[in-house]
C-alpha cells in the first residue's frame, strides 16, 4: 500500500507565549517492511526545523523566539508499506523458547529490563504464565494467544486513563487504549525473557470495521523472535502488524517515542488540539 499520513497539533496560549523549543518524533522509518517516500514537517510561525537520529528513529527540533499566540505543527507523510502476510514464515508450532541465547538477550538488554512505564507488576508474570500455559510452546503462539487475551480481557476505553497512566492503573481498571495495551503486553512480554519494544505510528482502518486507533497516533508492539526477527503485535485489534501500519519511532515504552514534546516561557496553554488522518493513495480516483 501507498498510504499518506497528515497529523496536526495545534496549541493555543491565553498570553502570547515569549519563547518555545521544541523536538517532535513524527517522520516515518524506512526499513524493510516500509519505506518513507516523502516527509514533510511545517511549524507556524515558521523557523527553522533541523534534525538527528536516534535508534528509535528521526527526531526534529526547532526552536520558535519571537512572541506567538499559537503553535501548530503539520507533519506529512506518503509511505509505501510492503507487509501483506505477517505469518509468513513464522514458527507456529515447534517449541522454540530454548533457542533464545544470552548473547541476543544482552544485545537487547534495554528492551529487557523495566522502564518508567512498563514496570513488572504483581500481575504481570502471572498473566504471562497463564497464556504461556494454555500455548502450544511456540513463542509465537504464546504471542498470538497473549494479544487475544488482553484484547478480551481489557475494555477499550479512551476516557478511563491518559497519557501518563501507569501499569497499577490500568489493571485496577481492566481498561484503556492502544498506549496501555501496549505497555501491558510489553511487560508480559519481557517478565518471560523476550524483548519486546514500544511502537508509535498510524493506522489506515479504510474498509475495516471495528478497528481502533484511526484518530490519532497508534501503539503496538515489536517482540524479537528466536531467529533475531522483530515480529509486530498490536493488541488493541489482537493483529499482527500488516501493511496498514505505518511505524513512525520505537523505544522502550512511550516515554521515548511521544510525537511532540517541549518547553516554552508564558502562561498556561489554554487549548491543545491533535488531529490524524490516514489515507490510500494507490487506488483509483485517490490524489494527494
Request: proline share 6%; charged share 20%; with cysteine.
Amino acid at each position: 500500500m501507498i498510504l499518506k499520513a497528515t497529523h496536526r497539533t495545534l496549541y493555543r496560549y491565553s498570553m502570547p507565549s515569549i519563547e518555545s523549543h521544541n523536538e517532535v518524533r513524527l517522520m516515518p522509518l524506512t526499513d524493510e517492511t516500509q519505506a518513507c517516500l516523502r516527509f514533510d514537517l511545517t511549524v507556524s510561525p515558521p523557523c527553522k526545523v533541523f534534525s538527528y537520529l536516534e535508534p528509535g528513529g528521526t527526531v526534529n527540533y526547532f526552536g520558535v523566539r519571537a512572541p506567538h499566540p499559537s503553535l501548530e505543527i503539520v507533519a506529512e507523510a506518503v509511505v509505501e508499506t510492503h507487509l501483506q502476510n505477517p505469518f509468513e514464515g513464522l514458527n507456529l508450532l515447534n517449541p522454540d523458547w530454548d533457542e533464545y541465547s544470552p548473547t541476543k538477550s544482552q544485545d537487547q538488554a534495554e528492551y529487557l529490563a523495566e522502564s518508567p512505564y512498563v514496570t513488572l507488576h504483581d500481575e504481570v508474570p502471572h498473566i504471562a504464565r497463564h497464556v504461556r500455559d494454555i500455548s502450544n510452546g511456540s513463542v509465537v503462539d504464546f504471542l498470538l494467544n497473549l494479544a487475544h487475551w488482553l484484547n478480551q480481557e481489557l475494555s477499550y476505553d479512551p476516557d478511563a486513563t491518559h497519557v501518563h497512566s501507569k501499569l497499577d492503573e490500568v489493571l485496577s481498571l481492566r481498561a484503556g487504549v492502544c498506549q496501555d495495551f501496549a505497555h501491558l503486553m510489553i511487560a508480559c512480554c519481557r517478565s518471560q525473557g523476550i524483548p519486546a519494544r514500544y511502537v508509535s505510528g498510524y493506522l489506515f482502518v479504510g474498509g475495516v470495521d471495528g478497528m481502533r486507533g484511526e484518530q490519532a497516533t497508534h501503539a503496538w508492539l515489536e517482540c524479537m523472535l528466536p531467529n533475531g526477527q522483530w515480529l509486530g503485535v498490536d493488541p488493541t485489534n489482537d493483529l499482527l502488524v500488516n501493511d496498514r501500519y505505518v511505524a513512525v519511532h520505537t523505544g522502550r515504552d512511550y516515554t521515548d517515542v511521544s510525537p511532540t514534546r517541549g518547553i516554552y516561557v508564558g502562561t498556561p496553554a489554554t487549548m491543545l488540539k491533535v488531529s490524524v488522518n490516514v489515507d490510500r493513495l494507490d487506488v483509483v480516483g485517490a490524489s494527494e
